[in-house]
């Protein structure tokens, strides 16, 4: 079954590699979520990192940041549900030790972001909010897009 | 574990794709996998045997509203396997 020496050829093996190749592109297309539902997760981050400097003594945007960080929770979880009714059931924490690490990364990515537009505000820079909310809307929706199953390719 | 190890049963297409949309979830439908591979329902049934059998693929058949409903994931080996025949497949292309 398993066989140690390399008994193919490197055509072989480049076709083999270009079938996966389809097939994590396949994955990747039933994984996506729907425009609609990238969209407002997408936005829910936004509004979180937008709200998130404001939010310190105001509790009207602490109340806006709370509930968008619920809508947040709500649409990824129907996310899941979704693809769950469809018979996919999505892993939670990505196999492999390097596709644990990208999720990570990315994780402290979007929360630097926040932090650092914080920690901006206070210093004075107060059209930081402006740009870090888009920018963490516009980079989660990207990967959103292209990496749906957290898997680095 | 995770070294690189050709695998000849892993190496035959379908059960190529098979493991490659395995690895991206934690379970999959068997509807779903027949839909995304284009085969049919038996083919993919000797397929799944053969990857079962070897310990790679784990099924999971459950009742909903009177259907059942087959659900497919790879085990921990299945893993290994599949990621050192990558590996092994990469290093052949060099």
């Known amino acids: 079954m398993t066989n140690s020496n390399n008994q193919i050829s490197t055509e072989e093996a480049l076709a083999a590699l270009e079938t996966l190749d389809s097939a994590k592109t396949k994955s990747n297309k039933s994984f996506r979520p729907a425009l609609w539902l990238n969209f407002i997760i997408s936005l829910f981050t936004g509004i979180v990192c937008f709200a998130a400097p404001f939010s310190s003594g105001n509790s009207l945007w602490t109340f806006i940041m709370l509930v968008s960080a619920a809508g947040l929770l709500i649409s990824m979880a129907t996310w899941y549900i979704l693809l769950r009714v469809r018979g996919v059931k999505q ?23 926040i932090l650092g537009s914080i920690e901006l505000y206070k210093a004075g820079f107060l059209w930081i909010p402006y740009v870090a909310g888009p920018l963490n809307a516009i980079f989660i929706s990207y990967m959103l897009y292209s990496f749906p199953t957290g898997e680095w390719k | 574990m995770n070294s690189s190890q050709f695998n000849a049963l892993i190496h035959a297409p379908n059960r190529l794709q098979i493991c490659a949309l395995l690895t991206s979830a934690s379970s999959m439908e068997f509807v779903v996998l027949k839909e995304q591979l284009d085969v049919s329902d038996s083919v993919l049934s000797k ?7 070897a310990g790679y693929v784990l099924l999971n058949k459950k009742a909903l509203n009177g259907r059942q409903r087959t659900w ?23």
Do not use: R
């Open chain 1, 91 to 113: 892993n939670i924490i990505p196999y492999g030790l390097k596709n644990k690490f990208f999720n990570l990364a990315l994780g402290i990515l979007v929360a630097l972001v």
């Open chain 2, 72 to 94: 497919l994931s790879l085990t921990s080996s299945g893993h290994q396997a599949f990621s050192g025949h990558v590996k092994a497949l990469k290093k052949i292309v060099g």
């Open chain 2, 47 to 53: 397929h799944i045997k053969s990857l079962e059998d």
